[in-house]
Antibody
Framework: EVQLVESGGGLVQPGGSLRLSCAPS????????MSWVRQAPGRGLEWVAS????????NYVDSVKGRFTISRDNAKQSLYLQMNSLSAEDTAVYYC??????????WGQGTLVTVSS | DVVMTQSPLSLPVTLGQPASISCRSS???????????LNWFQQRPGQSPRRLIY???NRDSGVPDRFSGSGSGTDFTLKISRVEAEDVGVYYC?????????FGQGTKLEIK
């Protein structure tokens, strides 16, 4: 059974940084693209970033380019999202998701990031 | 960016009655490999999203057959033949044909 477990969310001040982690299980992590998708309180879904199997190809939504970095450690079976220069607009539940070209087939339970002073 | 537009945004439905959600894309979702990368997700209250349909009309394992997807090019539809109480939630379409991946605004289905 595919499982994706996020961690690292919490309260951070504007301008601060946070690193999210995702621990996958139930599939061969190193063989799959992975993604982060977020959902602001009471709002819809927004794709944030994706990374290919080896980490050589990364894509970001414009609003996070230069501030967020997606990465992975296949040896440790972990996916990360380093978030810098956070603002209130980044407050959201962040979902780790498995990406297969053209679709997202599995989602984690999400971790809440709150940016507030 | 490909803009995904859903309608209606709110959908009150009587139990046992059909429901239909439209999703239109600002560009064709036919990829160079010939596949059409249009997906539908369900998000029940307090839960993570769950994929229902991929490539327009392919149901995921465990998805009841009362859910069906159709469409082509830029115009797509999710239909529920007979709404049940467990179908309450928000439904999103998503295109996977180009970066950035984009979602529709979501359609909130509720029971009348």
């Amino acid at each position: 059974e595919v499982q994706l477990v996020e961690s690292g969310g919490g309260l951070v001040q504007p301008g601060g940084s946070l690193r999210l982690s995702c621990a996958p299980s139930g599939f061969t992590f190193s063989s799959h693209w992975m993604s982060w998708v977020r959902q602001a309180p009471g709002r819809g879904l927004e794709w944030v970033a994706s990374i290919n199997q080896g980490g050589s190809e990364k894509n970001y939504v414009d609003s996070v380019k230069g501030r967020f970095t997606i990465s992975r450690d296949n040896a440790k079976q972990s996916l990360y999202l380093q978030m810098n220069s956070l603002s209130a607009e980044d407050t959201a539940v962040y979902y780790c998701a498995r990406y297969i070209p053209g679709t997202i087939d599995y989602w984690g339970q999400g971790t809440l990031v709150t940016v507030s002073s | 960016d490909v803009v995904m537009t859903q309608s209606p945004l709110s959908l009150p439905v009587t139990l046992g009655q059909p429901a239909s959600i439209s999703c239109r894309s600002s560009q064709s979702l036919v990829y160079s490999d010939g596949n059409t990368y249009l997906n539908w997700f369900q998000q029940r209250p307090g839960q993570s999203p769950r994929r229902l349909i991929y490539e327009v009309s392919n149901r995921d394992s465990g998805v009841p057959d009362r859910f069906s997807g159709s469409g082509s090019g830029t115009d797509f539809t999710l239909k529920i033949s007979r709404v049940e109480a467990e179908d309450v939630g928000v439904y999103y379409c998503m295109q996977g044909v180009q970066w950035p991946l984009t979602f529709g605004q979501g359609t909130k289905l509720e029971i009348k």
